[in-house]
């Protein structure tokens, strides 16, 4: 497991990345380009090189535009890697927007997912769900095994800001999950918008930046309601003192979701709950059309998450205390058989690519880069 020390200014963490993972992240653009989903934009008019050239100007425009619309530290450690892993910032942008800027490139994207959107299941628990009584997040990450070799674990140390660890793609500024030395977890997982896009910040690369600056539950609610975005996400949350709950984010809306009544317990996959951002969710019996890959082709689109979703509440409710291990279980299951349906997601397009596990009062993260299944954890502090 890839494990980089980023410290300094975001344009110095920026070039460590990028030297360290030089390769692995030249590597990553080059699967980019053999993405079935990603060739699947490309107009039949057009020499996929030519295709490219265009989809990484654009890349970079959005980008740009999303900076100047909202200042982050994104764009000087964007730069940074750039520099340090000596691969042009316009080949960086494709992959740093790869699941919301690219819908400015080919109308039928806009029609429906393209197929590079995936699951993706997280459970928090606290208080007397805990073994501890302290929160602990359980996350497994569902994505195109192609795209596993280059995830890593970043050690950030930003200047005069909070330390994290983070799991993270090499190419990427942003981050999937984390938690840093206040005690704030995030984990995020994909959700199905419909509102408009316009140019901003990657939901990845808000939750590097609120892991560098933001120390509490309710204070990371109001730096994701006050920044715009690009994307829709459900981030998983908790904090030191105990706070656990789901922020549910379009393009243009969030709400935030609390445990139950009563309840110190709460998960979600991939779908919407709260009233206010269902409006906005893709339509319940949405298919994927003849943009997605062919293994994807005539599934409906919630199928998998709402399936995961109820699998999930019924191993929830075997049991009332959760530990590390017993998350893990949870995590591991198959329901009626492995599949792409299941928690533990086997399937010939996605399959769970990494678990993680974040523990806010202790400051770590564990991680396997494998299905939950077969998942062998390392720890992380910050």
């Given at each position: 497991?890839?494990?980089?020390?980023?410290?300094?200014?975001?344009?110095?963490?920026?070039?460590?990345?990028?030297?360290?993972?030089?390769?692995?992240?030249?590597?990553?653009?080059?699967?980019?380009?053999?993405?079935?989903?990603?060739?699947?934009?490309?107009?039949?008019?057009?020499?996929?090189?030519?295709?490219?050239?265009?989809?990484?100007?654009?890349?970079a425009r959005f980008l740009n535009a999303a900076f100047r619309s909202t200042p982050l530290d994104a764009a000087d450690r964007l730069q940074?890697?750039?520099?340090?892993?000596?691969?042009?910032?316009?080949?960086?942008?494709?992959?740093?927007?790869?699941?919301?800027?690219?819908?400015?490139?080919?109308?039928?994207?806009?029609?429906?997912?393209?197929?590079?959107?995936?699951?993706?299941?997280?459970?928090?628990?606290?208080?007397?769900?805990?073994?501890?009584?302290?929160?602990?997040?359980?996350?497994?990450?569902?994505?195109?095994?192609?795209?596993?070799?280059?995830?890593?674990?970043?050690?950030?140390?930003?200047?005069?800001?909070?330390?994290?660890?983070?799991?993270?793609?090499?190419?990427?500024?942003?981050?999937?999950?984390?938690?840093?030395?206040?005690?704030?977890?995030?984990?995020?997982?994909?959700?199905?918008?419909?509102?408009?896009?316009?140019?901003?910040?990657?939901?990845?690369?808000?939750?590097?930046?609120?892991?560098?600056?933001?120390?509490?539950?309710?204070?990371?609610?109001?730096?994701?309601?006050?920044?715009?975005?690009?994307?829709?996400?459900?981030?998983?949350?908790?904090?030191?003192?105990?706070?656990?709950?789901?922020?549910?984010?379009?393009?243009?809306?969030?709400?935030?979701?609390?445990?139950?009544?009563?309840?110190?317990?709460?998960?979600?996959?991939?779908?919407?709950?709260?009233?206010?951002?269902?409006?906005v969710e893709l339509e319940d019996q949405a298919h994927y059309k003849k943009n997605a890959p062919r293994a994807l082709r005539g599934t409906?689109?919630?199928?998998?998450?709402?399936?995961?979703?109820?699998?999930?509440?019924?191993?929830?409710?075997?049991?009332?205390?959760?530990?590390?291990?017993?998350?893990?279980?949870?995590?591991?299951?198959?329901?009626?058989?492995?599949?792409?349906?299941?928690?533990?997601?086997?399937?010939?397009?996605?399959?769970?690519?990494?678990?993680?596990?974040?523990?806010?009062?202790?400051?770590?993260?564990?991680?396997?880069?494998?299905?939950?299944?077969?998942?062998?954890?390392?720890?992380?502090?910050?």
């Amino acid at each position: 497991m890839n494990e980089v020390v980023c410290v300094g200014t975001a344009k110095e963490m920026g070039i460590a990345q990028g030297a360290a993972l030089s390769t692995n992240i030249y590597d990553a653009l080059e699967a980019v380009g053999n993405l079935e989903a990603f060739r699947l934009m490309k107009p039949s008019y057009i020499p996929f090189p030519v295709f490219r050239r265009i989809a990484e100007y654009r890349a970079a425009r959005f980008l740009n535009a999303a900076f100047r619309s909202t200042p982050l530290d994104a764009a000087d450690r964007l730069q940074g890697i750039s520099e340090g892993a000596k691969i042009p910032y316009s080949k960086l942008a494709i992959c740093s927007l790869l699941e919301v800027a690219l819908s400015d490139l080919d109308p039928l994207v806009t029609a429906g997912p393209n197929g590079l959107q995936a699951g993706c299941s997280a459970v928090a628990v606290t208080g007397n769900a805990s073994s501890t009584g302290h929160p602990i997040i359980a996350h497994n990450f569902d994505y195109l095994p192609v795209v596993q070799p280059y995830y890593f674990v970043r050690r950030s140390r930003p200047k005069g800001k909070l330390r994290s660890v983070e799991f993270a793609v090499s190419p990427l500024a942003g981050a999937i999950d984390g938690v840093n030395e206040a005690g704030l977890a995030i984990t995020c997982n994909y959700a199905y918008v419909t509102d408009p896009i316009s140019p901003a910040p990657s939901i990845t690369m808000l939750i590097a930046e609120a892991l560098a600056c933001v120390r509490t539950v309710d204070e990371a609610y109001q730096f994701f309601a006050n920044r715009k975005r690009a994307g829709g996400g459900l981030l998983m949350l908790s904090d030191e003192h105990g706070t656990i709950a789901s922020f549910e984010l379009s393009n243009t809306q969030i709400q935030k979701i609390a445990p139950l009544p009563g309840r110190e317990i709460t998960h979600h996959t991939n779908r919407i709950r709260g009233s206010k951002i269902a409006s906005v969710e893709l339509e319940d019996q949405a298919h994927y059309k003849k943009n997605a890959p062919r293994a994807l082709r005539g599934t409906r689109v919630h199928q998998s998450a709402d399936m995961r979703s109820v699998d999930l509440q019924c191993r929830l409710d075997e049991k009332s205390v959760f530990d590390l291990e017993t998350l893990h279980t949870v995590m591991s299951d198959h329901g009626d058989g492995p599949s792409q349906d299941s928690v533990c997601m086997h399937s010939n397009y996605w399959n769970t690519t990494a678990c993680v596990q974040l523990q806010s009062k202790e400051r770590k993260l564990r991680a396997s880069f494998s299905n939950a299944c077969n998942a062998k954890f390392q720890e992380f502090d910050c």
